[in-house]
C-alpha cells in the first residue's frame, strides 16, 4: 500500500509540474500581450516588465494551482487505467478509495500550503507588483473614496485625489492604540509637498483621559510617513495585498469609523476558502477520472477547463451575493466549495 501511494503521488506530480508550468506561461502570456501595447506607448523599461511578472507569478500561482490540480487527477487516473493498474488494483482486492487516500491526503497539504503561500508571499509580492511604474502607469489620474492604512495604527480617508498634482481633498487622518481612537485630524486639501504630505485648513482632535482637546489650523505636516503619491494613485486597498490578519484589522478600522466593509468581509473568508478548492477539485476529478476510462486526453483536459470554469463561476457568483447582501459573508464565500465538495465527496463515496 505505501509504495502504491508514493508511485501514484509520483504520477501525479509528474502531471502537475507540467500542467503547472504551462499555466502560467500561459497567463504570462496572455496578459502580456494584452499589456504591451501600454507597456510601449508609456516607455516602460523591459526590465521593469520583467520585474512586474516575476512579481505577479505567486498571485497566479495560487490562481491556478487548483486548475492544475485537478487536470492532474483527471491525467494520472487516465494513465494508470491505460495501463492496466486500476484493474490490478481491484484483481488484489485494493479498493480505488482506499488507492486513492494518499493523493487526497496531498491535496490537503497543497491546500494548506496554498494558504501559507497566500499569506506570507503573496501580499508581499503583489505590493512590490503594484509599486512598479509598470502597474502606476495604468492608473487613472482623478480618484474618489479612497480608504488606505499605514501600518498598524493610522488610516487616511481621501475624497478626492489627484494623481497628477499629487493633491487630495476632503482628508480624514485617524490613528489608534489598539482600539483606541486617540488622534483625529480632518483638513480641506492634502499637497505633497519636498517630500512629505503637508494638510491645509482643517481641525485636530486628540482623545485622552481628560477628554477631547480640539484645536484649529490653517497648515501642518500630516502624521504620514510611508504612504506615497503612488500609493494614493493606486486607488483603494487591494485584498490581495494584505495577509489574512491585516485584512481583518482592516475590516475592524473600517467598521470602526462607519464605513462600508461588507466587500471586504467576503474577501476575508475568501483567504480560507479558496485553497481549498486544490483538495475540492481533486476529490471531484478523481470519481470523474474513473468514470472517463478510455477517453483521451484532450478530452480530459477539456473536463478540467468546464469544471473549473464551473467552480470559478461559483466562487464569483458567492462573491458577487455576498458584496450585495444576499448571502452572509462566510456563505457566499464557501459557496463553490459547498457545491463541489457536496458533489465530489457523493461521486467519490460512489466510486467503484
Known amino acids: 500500500m505505501r509504495i502504491l501511494g508514493r508511485y501514484i503521488l ?13 499555466f502560467l506561461l500561459l497567463f504570462v502570456v496572455v ?44 491525467f494520472s487516473v487516465g494513465q494508470l487505467s491505460r495501463s492496466g493498474e486500476l484493474v490490478a488494483m481491484r484483481a488484489s ?12 491526503a496531498f491535496a490537503f497539504l497543497v491546500s494548506v500550503f496554498a494558504m501559507a503561500f497566500g499569506e506570507m508571499v503573496v501580499p508581499e509580492a503583489n505590493d512590490r507588483r503594484m509599486h512598479l511604474g509598470a502597474y502606476r502607469r495604468n492608473r487613472p489620474a482623478r480618484l474618489r473614496g479612497l480608504f488606505l492604512q499605514e501600518g498598524e495604527g493610522t488610516v487616511v480617508f481621501v475624497g478626492r485625489y489627484d494623481a497628477k498634482d499629487e493633491e487630495a481633498s476632503d482628508v480624514s487622518v485617524q490613528q489608534y492604540r ?26 485636530e482632535r486628540t482623545f485622552g483621559d481628560e477628554g477631547e482637546v480640539l484645536r484649529k489650523f490653517e497648515v501642518m505636516d500630516a502624521p504620514i510617513r510611508s504612504l506615497l503619491p503612488e500609493d494614493f494613485a493606486r486607488g483603494r486597498e487591494h485584498p490581495e495585498r494584505m495577509g489574512f490578519w491585516e485584512l481583518r484589522r482592516y475590516i475592524e478600522r473600517l467598521r470602526r469609523i462607519g464605513r462600508p466593509s461588507r466587500r471586504w468581509e467576503v474577501d476575508l473568508h475568501l483567504k480560507i476558502s479558496f485553497p ?25 483536459f477539456g473536463l478540467s477547463l468546464l469544471v473549473s470554469f464551473l467552480y470559478y463561476s461559483a466562487v464569483r457568483a458567492g462573491q458577487v451575493m455576498g458584496r450585495e447582501e444576499v448571502l452572509p459573508p462566510a456563505l457566499a464565500a464557501w459557496l463553490g466549495n459547498i457545491i463541489f465538495g457536496g458533489a465530489g465527496a457523493w461521486l467519490f463515496l460512489r466510486m467503484e
Do not use: C
Not at 482486492?93 to 487526497?104: E, S
Open 93 to 104: 482486492g485494493l479498493g480505488l478509495k482506499r488507492a486513492f487516500l494518499p493523493l487526497l
Open 10 to 22: 509520483w504520477v501525479f506530480s509528474k502531471f502537475l509540474s507540467w500542467s503547472l508550468l504551462a
Open 31 to 74: 496578459d502580456l500581450v494584452e499589456n504591451i501595447d501600454r507597456f510601449v506607448d508609456r516607455r516602460v523599461p523591459p526590465k521593469e516588465v520583467g520585474l512586474y511578472y516575476l512579481y505577479y507569478l505567486p498571485y497566479i500561482l495560487v490562481l491556478v494551482l487548483p486548475v492544475g490540480m485537478l487536470l492532474s487527477a483527471l
Open 178 to 203: 489598539g482600539d483606541h481612537l486617540y488622534r483625529r485630524i480632518d483638513a480641506k486639501r492634502m499637497i505633497w509637498k519636498d517630500g512629505r504630505w503637508v494638510l491645509y485648513e482643517g481641525w
Open 276 to 300: 481549498f478548492a486544490n483538495l475540492i477539485l481533486v476529490l471531484l476529478g478523481l470519481p470523474l477520472g474513473v468514470g472517463r476510462r478510455g477517453t483521451g486526453k484532450v478530452v480530459g
